[in-house]
T-cell receptor
Framework: SQQGEEDPQALSIQEGENATMNCSYKTSINNLQWYRQNSGRGLVHLILIRSNEREKHSGRLRVTLDTSKKSSSLLITASRAADTASYFCATDSDKLIFGTGTRLQVFP | NAGVMQNPRHLVRRRGQEARLRCSPMKGHSHVYWYRQLPEEGLKFMVYLQKENIIDESGMPKERFSAEFPKEGPSILRIQQVVRGDSAAYFC????????????FGPGTRLTVL
């Protein structure tokens, strides 16, 4: 079965609001990564957080990692219509294992 | 510096035909990964290759699917005798040596089997 599972499956918000997506995984990891996929396109790497890190920031993105709960969250602040995409977490033990994704829709 | 390139972007095949998908990694990257994405699902790992070697093919279906990464030229994912269930987006990613987790993805090939 998939290692990562994102929650919620779909999220709709207004521009300017924050979007929070969660990812849970099952086994121990070396690191966890978040990717974005625009409709019909390839994946774009957003951020990597290592297993010994608890929080990481990159621009409007904030990622947390709780290895005791085997979960991670991705927060997008001040969302824009251009953030509309699917967001996947991927965990790495010996290979990347992707979750099923959260489909984010940001309305202008 | 060109990114990962895949061709064709779209491929239509009839049942029983062969599909060949090509992936050219980023310059300097010697590791290639193939993933399959079914509609409304995440990416599923298929195979990991280095030049002339298959390192991990644990995600490859046992039959009809094969992959290679020759010394010269792109990596090829080959699907023989395609069936409708093979319809999916196939993504290739590449990474530099010793940085296997830093994978850069190509735009994908969308295979439709009629």
């Amino acid at each position: 079965s998939q290692q990562g599972e994102e929650d919620p499956q779909a999220l709709s918000i207004q521009e300017g609001e924050n979007a929070t997506m969660n990812c849970s995984y099952k086994t121990s990891i070396n690191n966890l990564q978040w990717y974005r996929q625009n409709s019909g396109r390839g994946l774009v790497h957003l951020i990597l957080i290592r297993s010994n890190e608890r929080e990481k920031h990159s621009g409007r993105l904030r990622v947390t990692l709780d290895t005791s709960k085997k979960s991670s969250s991705l927060l997008i602040t001040a969302s824009r219509a251009a953030d509309t995409a699917s967001y996947f977490c991927a965990t790495d033990s010996d290979k990347l294992i992707f979750g099923t994704g959260t489909r984010l829709q940001v309305f202008p | 510096n060109a990114g990962v390139m895949q061709n064709p972007r779209h491929l239509v095949r009839r049942r029983g035909q062969e599909a060949r998908l090509r992936c050219s990694p980023m310059k300097g990257h010697s590791h290639v990964y193939w993933y399959r994405q079914l509609p409304e699902e995440g990416l599923k790992f298929m195979v990991y290759l280095q030049k002339e070697n298959i390192i991990d093919e644990s995600g490859m279906p046992k039959e009809r699917f094969s992959a290679e990464f020759p010394k010269e030229g792109p990596s090829i994912l080959r699907i023989q005798q395609v069936v409708r269930g093979d319809s999916a987006a196939y993504f290739c990613a590449s990474s530099p040596p010793r940085l296997r987790n830093e994978q850069f993805f190509g735009p994908g090939t969308r295979l439709t089997v009629l």
